[in-house]
């Protein structure tokens, strides 16, 4: 057992936030079953509560859905909207905490250590009044979870959702496990939850009891963290400004499984234009790419390139992509395709080359800074790869998904 606050983190979370942005603008579709469109038109990336109650789960093929939902409203979803409520939300939470870890587009961790007495409020009345501001500013709703660390602040933010505030001090952690099946841990699924019932571990209560010795048997070094964190130990602290990623990679299935390879070269140079748009905005540079491949049968191929210096030079990178597109395989129905940028690096530390001419590099770097100038301005794919056009209408001009792509 362990004191109530030895240390406060609260998670939040937009309740079905794409769809909750439309809502907020389109306040006639409320009601109505609504479902906002992924990359390409192909899969429902959020859905109202009236479409999943008809039946709608998130990355359901459109043509299941329609099937569903005949009278459905389908949105295609428009990333620069989204960004900014996700950014005006985050501003929100910065106005009442100072340490924000922004998580996703529309989760974050914040730091309520010694809130109570800034405010003179409760927790639970800081989290009501997160939720209130949050509701009455974007017009969409959000859920919290108040708790001793990010593990049981997350679990806790789920069970009161859409528009809950719910609170595990560290004295409740036991009552409040004893009630969540071990699957519902974020890390643990089905065949893991399956494996502990052989040992009668089912819910989070007789995890948390397990000896050390046993959770690092079963699942290692990162199972034991998060046994720790289910104990109300911090195994995951805040990190407000998180790490630049190790590496980069965009990739997506066909609507339909194809052999002719120029739909795998439009849509391996589709991701590539949103791998390096994620590349420019953390400044770095890579130096590899991997052209990812999936068959039919869901065997996955992947053909590297190092480059011989790290770059995010888009003509170069795209030079190396087609000769990968080359090399692949004949006499496959290809399920997907996208590609991974590897190795990356801070952009300060590129060196042009002597050689090549810095003259002729820099003029390639204004080119993408063209590029990169008028797609935020006029929406992403306004000026694209020549090849995308293997794509038909499928790569249209799209908003932005600043911060996300
Ligand atoms: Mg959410």
């Not at 108040?146 to 004295?171: F, H, Q, W, Y």
């Amino acid at each position: 057992m362990i004191n109530n606050w030895p240390n406060t983190i609260a998670h939040i979370d937009a309740d079905a936030f794409f769809a909750s942005c439309e809502l907020a603008r389109n306040p006639h579709l409320r009601g109505k079953p609504l479902m906002v469109l992924g990359k390409l038109d192909s899969c429902i990336l959020a859905k109202s509560p009236e479409a999943k109650i008809a039946g709608v789960t998130t990355a359901m093929p459109v043509w299941d859905a329609k099937k569903l939902c005949p009278n459905g409203v389908f949105i295609q979803g428009d990333f620069r909207y989204y960004t900014l409520i996700s950014r005006q939300m985050m501003a929100i939470l910065c106005e009442w905490s100072p340490v924000v870890e922004v998580y996703s587009v529309d989760e974050a961790f914040v730091d309520m250590n010694g809130l109570r007495g800034m405010y003179r409020k409760s927790f639970d009345q800081i989290g009501d009044k997160i939720r209130e501001q949050i509701k009455n500013d974007l017009g969409i709703t959000v859920s919290v979870g108040v708790s001793v660390n990010k593990t049981l602040a997350k679990m806790g933010c789920e069970i009161n959702k859409p528009d809950g505030t719910t609170i595990i001090s560290g004295r409740k952690i036991d009552e409040f496990l004893a009630k969540i099946p071990v699957t519902d841990v974020p890390g643990i699924g089905y065949s893991r939850g399956e494996l502990l019932k052989k040992y009668r571990v089912e819910n989070c209560l007789h995890l948390a009891k397990m000896p050390q010795s046993f959770v690092q048997r079963l699942f290692g070094k990162m199972g034991v963290l998060l046994w720790r964190e289910l104990r109300g130990e911090i195994s995951f602290p805040i990190l407000s400004d998180p790490p630049p990623p190790k590496n980069i990679g965009r990739t997506s299935s066909f609507e339909k499984p194809v052999s002719d390879l120029r739909m795998v070269e439009g849509l391996a140079f589709f991701h590539l234009e949103r791998a390096l748009n994620a590349l420019y905005r953390h400044r770095m540079i890579a130096s590899e790419i991997t052209l990812h491949l999936r068959n039919k049968d869901f065997q996955i191929y992947g053909i590297p390139y190092q480059f011989s210096k790290p770059t995010a030079d888009f003509f170069k990178i795209a030079k190396v992509l087609k000769s990968l597109i080359n090399q692949i395989p004949s006499g496959h129905i290809w399920r997907s395709t996208g590609v991974i940028l590897s190795k990356l690096s801070d952009g300060k530390s590129l060196q042009y080359d002597l050689f090549e001419g810095a003259e002729k590099a820099l003029n390639s770097e204004k080119v993408d800074e063209a590029k990169a100038h008028i797609n935020e301005k006029y929406g992403q794919f306004t000026v694209r790869s020549g090849s995308t056009l293997y794509l038909g209408g499928k790569c249209k001009k799209q908003s932005n998904r600043m911060g996300l792509i």
